[in-house]
């Protein structure tokens, strides 16, 4: 077992230690955040340290103590370019299971993403980097999932869906079978999507409808 670093102390963050634990691969967590400062520094999280600020994590001492690394930012684009810096680094960027998931042996799932409690990933998935695949969301056979999406708690994803980077598919969200949505959307919660979308529109409603632009 090895030390995990994280970057971010939230909510979020919370859950992927505690799903890093659960798997038994890590023996020891520490937390960073912009938040911490030398003034005033945030309390221990879940029992480990939040030992300074995202920069930290650019000190080799701070890599040899903790080689793995991952970014639990529930912002997107932060997210990915955290990871593309821990990657140019040196640490090793590990793909995050709850125990009480189901993922299929033929999915692809890449670096820095996290798969929640009872989240199902079905056969020949491709997972990007930095995704977020939330408590008991489910995706199904032959879904592309791009770069540092996140699929809400309780969301389905039908066959053959596509959905492109950094897009939010909302909480209890169900998206029918070969829709492609683009990068940069979010889906709301509990919508029902029956039609392709394209980049960095809001849908929302069943079934769900582009919101106007301001």
Not at 74 to 97: I, K, M, Y
Not at 134 to 143: A, E, G, I, L, T
Not at 164 to 177: A, K, P, Y
């Amino acid at each position: 077992m090895a030390g995990l670093l994280l970057l971010g102390a939230g909510g979020h963050a919370l859950v992927v230690a505690e799903t890093a634990l659960a798997s038994g691969l890590y023996s020891s967590i520490a937390f960073l955040d912009d938040r911490w400062s030398t003034l005033a520094p945030l309390p221990d999280q879940l029992g480990w340290p939040v030992i300074g600020p995202l920069a930290v994590s650019l000190d080799p001492h701070i890599r040899q103590q903790y080689p793995n690394a991952l970014v639990a930012i529930g912002n997107a684009s932060l997210r990915l370019q955290w990871l593309t810096r821990l990657a140019s680094v040196g640490f090793h960027l590990p793909v995050l299971s709850h125990p009480t998931a189901w993922v299929s042996p033929s999915a692809q799932l890449n670096a820095g993403s996290v798969v929640c409690a009872q989240a199902v990933i079905q056969s020949q998935t491709v997972i990007g980097r930095g995704v977020i695949l939330n408590n008991c969301c489910s995706v199904d056979h032959d879904v592309l999932i791009g770069d540092g999406v996140h699929i809400c708690p309780g969301a389905r994803l039908a066959g053959e869906v596509q959905v492109g980077d950094r897009s939010w598919i909302g909480i209890g969200s169900s998206v029918i079978q070969r829709i492609r949505i683009g990068s940069d959307v979010i889906v709301g919660a509990g919508a029902a999507v029956v039609r392709d979308l394209p980049d960095g529109v809001t849908a929302v409603g069943v079934p769900a409808r582009e919101l106007p632009t301001s």
